[in-house]
């Protein structure tokens, strides 16, 4: 019936999405608590602040204090982001994260022109510069990331070849630089996104790259994300971005209240009731998942914290049935 | 890539899931004004008001008075629900109804005894007597219904080896009484389907009985709900239940903040977006959305209300390319 991966694994972006878009403010040592909390459920990778400008995002003030209150469990790679070199520099002085460099190209050159103040050719020259830069550095790159790749606000509908064509552009520079990447990420940054397109674009670098690691990132913004998410699946994708809770929202959407990247419990759940494997366990997640909307002091999108797991109500009906 | 339809049929539930569901009290006038603005988005089939006893459901004691007021639109069925006799009397009563009947079947034992106080083997035989009164009325019965077709609560999985047999005993009826049914709906009653469920159980139905006419009642309990749609769309599914909004809710939930039936617009701009007509105006059902979380007072679970269209995006970026 289909390409269903056996394992997926999972890059939760909770903490940096929420701290990030949450008006806040939330205190360091309630931020701390989430993450130590998520370290304990077989996440492997978790983003969890961003060295940006503390005026223009409030919310990451105390990224650092942040990070010196985690505590590290092994088999985690904790990650930052940063969008420049001084971002990058605060990261490494933390001497407590992973750090991996990651190169961004978009779909969307009106979206490039609005964000970076640059066209798409010359923002492609920046990331070879970019990816030269991290190498004198001694910083991996595993991770490249095409934003507005379904559909931009500003420019709308982006035709699948422009992706194939920038698929070959990172795979170009990743084999001229020697760079091992481990994913290139589809993002559907804005929202655009509907199962069918995720099927025909992943087909569509498929057929021209059949060896590309692709990953998705997929904002929930249309409510679109688990079936987008389940699209992926089904053409074989076996890494996904993805936020407890669904923390973090779209500043792109109609309003404030809608969502942001698809979230992890529900991804998760999906993926137990049909056989992939994530590592991630369910209950403890959704633990994490109820603990986020303490934190932040508001309901938050995701579905499973409310609808509780089928997990859950087996083992009822196994105990009535054994009572 | 797939069977997807051309075309579908929504029958638009909201209206009766979500006054029954509601702690409520809604005013009278504000039921009729949000279902008389239904009656102008395209949707051709509404169910509005549930006759049932006013001491279990507060939220309906007022139903003969909604019908009363409506405006009837050319076109559009108006639908009422009943649990018995006397309720489609009241209905019958009302002079203002499309009296459609329906015969009600279930995959799961404990269910049945549990809500109907009868086994399996007892309520199939009682929805053969219901038929046959339907008929001694003049009623058409339009609908057959599948609960817990998905899993259940009480019961645990449910084989789609199962539900097969039922389909075959509902076409048997059919025959026997020479009952000319628009719809066997599947329904996912207490939110237990993934989209590969759904795949396998339509298929298993399909490979059996290749022109059973198929509808999916999808809870989205677990946030399932968009993806289970578009699982059925692939498989050729051409008739949903869906709730404006996302209106109702879920008593089988973990708890009461779960969402209820698979939200209308969320579903229709799915379609717009791949191609299948539903003859919806998706900006008219949105600005209903937006109504009935006014009316109800509280945010309801939809997604396209927050994230908006893409239709208004792409009109805006076409404009802002002409100017």
């Not at 699948?160 to 993002?187: F, M, N, P, R, W």
Request: hydrophobic residues 40%; contains cysteine.
């Amino acid at each position: 019936m289909s390409d269903l991966p056996k394992h997926i694994e999972i890059r939760e972006e909770g903490p940096r999405e929420g701290f990030q878009y949450e008006p806040g403010p939330i205190a360091t040592e309630r931020k701390i608590e989430l993450i130590d909390r998520l370290s304990d459920t077989g996440l492997r990778e978790i983003q969890i602040v961003s060295f940006v400008n503390p005026k223009a995002v409030p919310g990451m003030a105390d990224a650092e204090a942040v990070v010196a209150g985690i505590t590290r469990r092994p088999g985690v790679h904790y990650l930052g982001l940063w969008l420049n070199e001084k971002g990058m520099e605060r990261a490494v002085a933390t001497g407590k994260l992973d750090i991996k460099g990651s190169i961004l190209f978009s779909a969307s050159e009106r979206f490039t022109l609005r964000n970076q103040n640059r066209t798409l050719v010359e923002h492609e020259r920046a990331q070879h510069e970019m990816a030269r830069r991290y190498k004198e550095l001694g910083v991996p790159i595993d991770y490249a990331l095409i934003t507005a790749a379904f559909g931009c606000n500003f420019e709308g509908d982006v035709a699948a070849s422009k992706v194939v064509e920038i698929v070959g552009t990172i795979l170009a520079l990743c084999e001229e630089q020697e760079i091992d990447l481990s994913y290139i990420s589809l993002a559907d940054t804005m929202g655009w996104a509907t199962p069918l397109q995720v099927k025909r674009l992943v087909g569509a670098v498929r057929d021209r790259y059949p060896d590309a690691p692709l990953s998705l990132h997929l904002h929930d913004t249309r409510g679109m994300g688990i079936a987008n998410a389940f699209a992926g699946l089904e053409m074989g994708v076996a890494h996904f971005d993805a936020s407890a809770a669904g923390l973090g929202g779209c500043p792109f959407a109609g309003n404030r209240a809608a969502a942001g990247n698809v979230c992890t419990e529900d991804l998760v759940f999906l993926c137990d009731e049909i056989g992939i494997e994530t590592g991630v366990d369910l209950k403890a997640l959704v633990d994490c998942a109820i603990l986020a909307e303490e934190v932040v002091g508001h309901p938050l999108p995701g579905s499973i914290k409310s609808g509780g797991t089928l997990r859950t109500l087996r083992q009822k009906i196994a105990a009535g049935a054994r009572a």
